[in-house]
């Protein structure tokens, strides 16, 4: 009898090493990396098109902050140029815009200067 406790004992600890060896493997093991929501920089063609828009075909890119739209998630940037932008008569020393990653689409373009806004089209404008 003494010899089958004694066993039982035996497997009770081994089983014990055995649980803490699993959940030391679990905790220590290396957690993936997050997902890139967004490539690194925006598409500098798509950003060149939005400043052409706005009459600048050399536009400087003083900033860019990649973020997520809100509504479904996609990666997108928020891009911020300097140069000499036109709306018409208006004039702008900066442009600031979204854009979907991938430069399918821009939107909320502002136009402004040192003295604060001159201009918000919320789209594209197909032509100037």
């Keep these: 009898m003494r010899g089958v406790i004694r066993v039982r004992r035996q497997v009770a600890a081994l089983m014990a090493i055995l649980a803490a060896v699993a959940v030391a493997v679990v905790v220590s093991r290396p957690r993936p990396a997050p997902p890139v ?7 500098w ?3 060149v098109a939005v400043a052409r828009v706005y009459g600048e075909s050399e536009p400087t890119l003083d900033e860019f902050r990649p973020t997520t739209t809100e509504v479904d998630g996609r990666p997108m ?11 018409g008569d208006l004039k702008a020393t900066h442009l600031e815009f979204s854009m979907l990653a991938d430069g399918s689409y821009a939107w909320g373009i502002r136009g402004y200067d040192d003295a604060g806004d001159v201009w918000l089209d919320d789209d594209l404008p197909s032509s100037r």
């Design 37 to 43: 929501a967004s490539p690194s920089s925006p598409p």
């Design 45 to 47: 063609p798509a950003v």
């Design 77 to 87: 940037f928020i891009v911020f140029l300097s140069g000499h932008f036109r709306r």
